[in-house]
Nanobody, 128 residues
Framework: QVQLVESGGGLVQAGGSLRLSCAASGGTFGHYTMGWFRQAHGKEREFVASVSWSGATTYYADFVKGRFTISRDNGKNTVYLQMNSLEPEDTAVYYC?????????????????????WGKGTLVTVSS
């Protein structure tokens, strides 16, 4: 079983930055498309970003507006989400996900019911 453990969440002022990390174990990290979802209180879970096996391609939700960057380090079995210019609307629990896909598949939108593994989430709170 693949296990995903997020870290880096916390409280930040509007306009500030955070970098989330997701450490993977129990599988072949390089065979998974990795990504992030988030869920604000009282709202549905939504896709944030994804990155392909090699890290060559990425895909972002429209609301990111160039503020977030997803990356991965296969040597460290870790995926990152750099979040800049944070706004109170970004407040949510952020979840790391892993999706087993064939080699050569480009990063794209991931769907909640289609991913293979989920982390337990890390809370990001942005104050105004």
């Amino acid at each position: 079983q693949v296990q995903l453990v997020e870290s880096g969440g916390g409280l930040v002022q509007a306009g500030g930055s955070l970098r989330l990390s997701c450490a993977a174990s129990g599988g072949t990290f390089g065979h998974y498309t990795m990504g992030w979802f988030r869920q604000a209180h009282g709202k549905e879970r939504e896709f944030v970003a994804s990155v392909s096996w090699s890290g060559a391609t990425t895909y972002y939700a429209d609301f990111v507006k160039g503020r977030f960057t997803i990356s991965r380090d296969n040597g460290k079995n870790t995926v990152y989400l750099q979040m800049n210019s944070l706004e109170p609307e970004d407040t949510a629990v952020y979840y790391c996900v892993a999706d087993l896909l064939p080699a050569g598949v480009r990063a794209g939108r991931l769907y909640e019911n289609g991913v293979d593994y989920w982390g337990k989430g890390t809370l990001v709170t942005v104050s105004s």
